[in-house]
């Protein structure tokens, strides 16, 4: 069964430092889909980024890329010059289904960031 | 572009009462979800729809919840009776028909029942 696991229940980091919040992943697809979502107090989950399975290339999305080490299954978001406004929780997401009509996201328990200033 | 809208944004009601949340996606999304957030807990999906049909409600307790998509656009989720298990943020979701395309979040709806 699809499972995803984020291992760090919450982190802190300095003000304009990096930060790499960890996602492990099971899945016996071959096909499939990686994302991170940041949902801050308000509480909408908003995209960052993402990486399918096939791609050879790390997914970068202004600060934020993504270090996918497929045999290890992890995909680790790496947030770089950390900004106070980044302080949310994070959660890892996989979509699970090859088809487009049995695609939904399986998420993480999360990991909330805390930027200090 | 308009995001996913969702009403109301709070609510509290009592054990045994009913409830209604009312999703609406963003224009021309085909696919939308309902997830439960119970605090410090991931989503967890209650509900798949494509236009207007079910695609995956496994994880739906069809003894006290339901929802409906009419006409493929707006969604209404509803539990009835509440339990106190069911106070959680109810997220509504929507994405275009294609494999790599993210999903937008509504705001939620945060739920507490007493």
């Known amino acids: 069964a699809q499972k995803i696991t984020q291992t760090q229940p919450g982190m802190f980091v300095q003000e304009k430092e990096a930060v790499t919040l960890d996602c492990t992943y099971d899945?016996?697809?071959?096909?499939?889909?990686l994302f991170w979502y940041k949902q801050p107090s308000s509480g909408e989950m908003i995209f960052l980024i993402y990486?399918?399975?096939?791609?050879?290339q790390n997914a970068t999305e202004g600060r934020y890329s993504l270090n996918f080490q497929k045999a290890r299954k992890s995909a680790n978001l790496v947030i770089s010059a950390s900004q106070l406004g980044d302080s949310a929780m994070y959660f890892c997401?996989?979509?699970?289904?090859?088809?487009?009509?049995?695609?939904?996201?399986?998420f993480g328990s999360g990991t909330r960031l805390l930027v200090r200033p | 572009e308009a995001g996913v809208a969702q009403s109301p944004r709070y609510k509290i009601i009592e054990k045994r009462q009913s409830v209604a949340f009312w999703c609406n996606p963003i224009?021309?999304?085909?696919?939308l979800y309902w997830y439960q957030q119970i605090l410090g807990q991931g989503p967890k999906l209650l509900i798949q729809?494509?236009?207007?049909?079910?695609?995956?409600d496994s994880q739906l307790p069809k003894d006290r919840f339901s929802a409906e998509r009419l006409k493929g656009v707006d969604s209404t989720l509803k539990i009835q009776p509440a339990k106190l298990e069911d106070s959680a943020v109810y997220l509504c979701?929507?994405?275009?028909?294609?494999?790599?395309?993210?999903?937008?979040f509504g705001q939620g709806t945060r739920l507490t029942v007493v």
């Open positions: 990486q399918g399975s096939y791609d050879e």
């Open positions: 997401a996989m979509r699970k289904g090859v088809m487009d009509s049995s695609y939904k996201l399986i």
């Open positions: 899945t016996s697809d071959q096909s499939y889909g």
């Open positions: 729809f494509q236009n207007n049909g079910v695609v995956d």
């Open positions: 979701a929507s994405r275009l028909r294609q494999v790599n395309t993210e999903a937008f």
């Open positions: 224009s021309g999304h085909a696919t």
